[in-house]
């Protein structure tokens, strides 16, 4: 089973509605302003009452917004591994769960041909990225958060490493929580949604553009850190829509 991959950072009843409100977020009547205030959000209830997700709950979210027309999906979850060494960390990833990615693979190539873009939570453990099989695949957006006052500038719960392909600010992140107020959480959770935003708001400019020129052009244009141990480049919005405006579309080869 699933939870949210935030779970010891956030309260599970803020953490869907602090994660709308960093991507879309409108500051019409006051408040915060998401990175794309002016998209439209498709909220899906995945978690039960608990906070627990399910594979199959996880799956059929997916493919409803698929089939539903969404341009970008956020994954802020993910599985729990707790304490486990860089070893076995590196022999998850080698031998486990390989059954797992070819199947989420093989759903990020349907919403690929669908034109729509993937944006997962990499992590809240420190741990390497594609410890969790949903996240080792090259044509989605695996957002790592980044912490500007670190020294490493890797935020030190943020899960890193080759599977981590773009990051996004993640500590004390102001947004919208249940009830009409508003609070500071952190995680990658909070990450993600900054970097899904980044999606809408180049979708909603460049409609023409495809699900893999989108993702080509965020990984294009982040900022390489000098982190060890490594995450993604930190996300550039303005250059990302410079980038996809000057029509240089060249995808990352795999």
Known sequence: SFHPEARSHTPEHMHGTHVAGTAVGNSNNGGVCGIAPNCKLMPIQVADDNGQMQSISIVAAALYAIHHGAAVVNFSLGAYFGEISPAEQQQLITSHGKDEAEFWNELYDFASDENCVFVLAAGNENILAGCDPFARSSKVLVVSAYQ????????D?????????ISAPGV???????????????????AAPIVTGAVALIKSKYPDMTASEIVSVI???????????????????????????????????E
């Open 157 to 165: 719960f943020s899960n890193f490493g080759e599977y981590s392909n």
């Open 172 to 190: 004390e992140i102001y947004s919208s929580v249940p009830g009409g107020g508003y609070d500071f959480l952190q995680g990658t959770s909070m």
């Open 148 to 155: 500007a006052s670190s020294r490493s500038s890797k935020a």
């Open 219 to 253: 990984k294009k244009s982040g900022k390489p850190l000098n982190t060890r141990p490594a995450i993604g480049p930190l996300l550039q919005i303005a250059k990302a829509l410079k980038l996809a405006g000057d029509g240089v579309l060249m995808e990352i080869p």
